[in-house]
């Protein structure tokens, strides 16, 4: 069964965002090869690291590379695992992505010298080969699973303070979400920057864990506020949409049934203004009723606008 013809026109996308939109002029979206430009860094990245390996791997023993080994294809399966999970995130917004592939190229480059250039302790010969007597291998499955904590959480949380900045409404909020997360990054890099310097022989003196804690209350003194001013933003749209009149629930709830077998329509919370007299156009069509924001009024089963019972 068809509906009979509307005298409105097409409705328009409720949210445009979700449709594909083709302009033309619109610029292309650069690729190399086909790959994102960020995605191909990371990418060369990983065989530049894994050129390197390769010519460690015959310049010394073999036998006592094998721990090192076991956990350099670790954090290789790490990096590829990390990377695929920020091209998830980046299908809305590039910054995981910008952020994600800033974080691994940091994880594997301090792992890689942790893993390649440490030695074993006490410099006794370790039998690294036997897993389970000597504590090398141990040492490294401490040093890459807290690198990977440590490194990856400062990435989310930069990530969100971010967002956070830009849903702020103000210039200030922006501005301070961003700098809050590049304090973030930098607390992640000193807390497992050690394990790199440490790798060559050098000792940190009481001044780099005296600078690390200071980062780190500037990072949350940074956060507190940008969250503040997050929720301060809340607030301000839910007292403006109250002064509006949208907080105030209909007289039937949505879906219950009306007199005559009609149900309630279930309506968004966008006002209704009344709208000057709509004019057919060249095809004596009239153009389909919106809200006052531009939304469009829902279609209904007769392929008419249902119109909000303040409209009417």
Known sequence: MTNPPSPYGTPQSANPDTEPVHRSGSAAPRRIMGIQPVLFVGMCLLAVVTLITVVLIFVGDFESQAARVVWTVVVFLAFTALL???????????????????????????LMIAIWVRGGDAGEPVDEYDFGAGWFFAELLGIVLLTLLVVRSAAAGAWGLISLGHRSGTAFGRVLGQVAA???????????????????GFELGEWYWRATVAAIVVTAL????TVLLFWNRRNLDWQEAEARGEHVRPAAAPGSV?????????????QAWPQPPRQPDASGLLPWPTFAD???????????PVFPPSAR
């Open 84 to 110: 695929a999970l920020d091209l998830v995130l980046a299908r809305r917004s590039a910054t995981p992505l910008v952020i994600g592939v800033a974080a691994n190229t940091y994880l594997l480059a301090v």
């Open 182 to 200: 590049a304090l973030l990054g930098l607390v992640g890099v000193l807390l497992t920057l050690h394990f790199a310097i440490e790798a060559f």
């Open 222 to 225: 940074a956060a507190s506020v």
């Open 258 to 270: 009306l007199p005559g077998g009609a149900q309630q329509q279930a309506w968004p919370q966008q």
């Open 294 to 304: 531009g939304t469009p009024y829902p279609i209904g089963a007769d392929g008419q």
